[in-house]
């Protein structure tokens, strides 16, 4: 039995990836999952190769039952230390007016509800052991506005809200709870983005593109594990002192 189990939704590549990458090289027995776990074979097999305990589960953070799966195979892994909802979608690309409702609510499920799905799912161990880290991963999209990503952007504002009650709440039990917000991160995501909005604003993808790497005083998208370094170091004892936080890792496109 593991001494320190992490879990990390949404794990199957990116920051998710990139994350159970950085906790199983800090000692962490690791527990992933995607919508569907063969997507995770290549995370597993990356993983094993720092001598990690490591299981993959299929999971549908929407859903109840899915999460219980999860929680119970992290449980029977070990001591569940840390739990890193990743799990997100992008949502629509479009104004508000234009946006449907099931569209609204099919990224806020997924966003925010499967962030509270998440963690309540392991709240009581880490109460009762009175220690561990819970992360979720927003975005700059909750504190700096951009046009047509209205319920993307209300839906990491509201971890930011769910993250500070969290921590309030824990705080006497010792558990912290933080949300890491990255700018533009270069992905297969934000090539899809600019792709989007290329054909939309009749431009070049190359301009497309680089709207999102303007915002940035180093002119640049952040990596993948720039945003796992972040994560990781929140599980780590060297963050005993740090809950209830939103830090960016943004390369200056957010400072507040």
Known sequence: M??????VTGASGGIGRATARALARNGFAVVVTAREVGRLDATVDELRTFGAAVEAVACEVTD????AAVAAAAHGLGVVHTVVANAGVPGPVAPLHEVTAAQWR???ATNLDGVFLTFRAFLPGLMQRRAGSLIAVGSMTGKRPMANRGPYAASKLGLIGLVRTLATELGPSGVRANCVCPGPVDSERLDTLARRNAERDGISEAKARAAFTAISPMGRAVTADEVAATCAFLASDAAA???GEDLNVSA????H
């Open 2 to 7: 593991a001494d320190r189990v992490a879990v």
């Open 64 to 67: 109840e039952g899915s999460i």
């Open 106 to 108: 099919d990224c806020l």
């Open 241 to 243: 002192g740090i809950t």
């Open 252 to 255: 200056g496109a957010v400072m």
